[in-house]
C-alpha cells in the first residue's frame, strides 16, 4: 500500500509529526508461504546456511549490532528445516510467519530488496493523520483483531492474513479491521519486529501491534511499542511464536 509523504499522529499523546517522503508498506504480514519460499531460495543460493535444522544469516556489522551468524526462526511445526529441505504445514500457509527472529526478518528484506519500517512508518501507515485508538478506530472485540483469549475460529493460534476484512467465516463475523492506508493486522496476530533501536546497554528491536499470545486489547493500540528479549546478549536472535513481520520499499533515487 502506498503511503505519501505528510503528517501523521505518534505516540500515546498523538502528537504531530511527519514522514518526508512516500513509500509503500505490506497490505499484510509476511505469510508462511513466503516466508518457506524465501527459506528455499535463500537457503539453495547459500544466503542462509543451516546446521543442526536451524536456518542462519551472516549479519555484516552495523554498529550497535555486531557481525555474526544469528538464527532466522525458532524451528516449530509450521516450519522445519530438515536436512536440505523445508517442511511446511500446508494448513497454515496462508497465516503469517511467525517465531521469526529480527535477523530472520531483516534476511528476507535483503534477499528481496525490502525494508522492515521504522515505528514512524509503522504508526503512518496504521492511523495516518488521526487520533485514532487502533488502526480501525476506537472501538476492539474480537471480530477485529486475534489477541490474547479473542476467542476467535483459531484460538490460541494465528489466523490467516487478511481475515478480518468483514467477512463472516462460518459463524464468526469479522469487522473490516483494515488501517488508514489499507494494512490488515496491524493489531493482533503477528508481533511485528520494525527497524528502530532501543538501547539500554544492548540492542533490542521495537515491535509493534500486539500478538495473539501474549496480548491483550491494551497493547494492540497504535501508540504501544514493545521490546523483546532478557537482559542477555543477543536479544535480536530471541524470537516467540507471536513474532513475524511485514515490509517497507523505498523509491531508490
Known amino acids: 500500500m502506498k503511503v505519501p509523504a505528510g503528517a501523521y499522529k505518534k505516540g500515546i499523546d498523538c502528537i504531530t509529526d511527519s514522514v518526508k517522503y512516500d513509500y509503500w508498506i505490506g497490505k499484510y504480514e509476511i505469510s508462511n508461504a513466503q516466508f518457506t519460499r524465501f527459506l528455499t531460495d535463500a ?68 534477499f528481496y530488496g525490502f525494508d522492515l519500517p ?5 504508526e503512518k501507515a496504521a492511523r495516518g493523520n488521526t487520533s485514532r485508538w487502533f488502526p480501525w478506530g476506537n472501538t476492539i472485540d474480537s471480530s477485529y483483531a486475534n489477541y490474547f483469549n479473542s476467542n476467535d475460529p483459531f484460538e490460541p493460534g494465528t489466523t490467516p492474513v487478511g481475515y478480518y476484512n468483514g467477512t463472516v467465516h462460518g459463524s464468526f463475523k469479522t469487522h473490516d479491521a483494515r488501517s488508514y492506508y489499507g494494512c490488515y493486522d496491524m493489531a493482533g496476530n503477528a508481533w511485528e519486529w520494525t527497524a528502530d533501536y532501543w538501547l ?54
Not at 535444522?53 to 511445526?77: F, K, L, T
Open 43 to 110: 537457503l539453495k543460493k547459500k544466503f542462509l546456511f543451516s546446521a543442526e535444522q536451524v536456518a542462519y544469516y551472516h549479519y555484516m556489522a552495523n554498529p550497535p549490532v555486531p557481525e555474526g551468524d544469528y538464527r532466522v526462526r525458532i524451528s516449530d511445526e509450521r516450519i522445519r528445516i530438515d536436512k536440505d529441505s523445508i517442511r511446511t504445514d500446508t494448513t497454515q500457509l496462508d497465516h503469517p510467519a511467525t517465531s521469526v527472529s529480527w535477523f530472520g526478518a531483516r534476511a528476507f528484506c535483503d
Open 200 to 253: 539500554p546497554q544492548i540492542p533490542y528491536n521495537k515491535g509493534k501491534g500486539g500478538g495473539h499470545l501474549y496480548h491483550s486489547p491494551a497493547f494492540l493500540q497504535i501508540y504501544y511499542t514493545s521490546t523483546f528479549g532478557p537482559a542477555t546478549a543477543p536479544a535480536l536472535d530471541m524470537c516467540n511464536k507471536s513474532d513475524g513481520f511485514r515490509v517497507v520499499f523505498h523509491q531508490k533515487k
Open 118 to 122: 521504522t515505528e514512524a512508518e509503522w
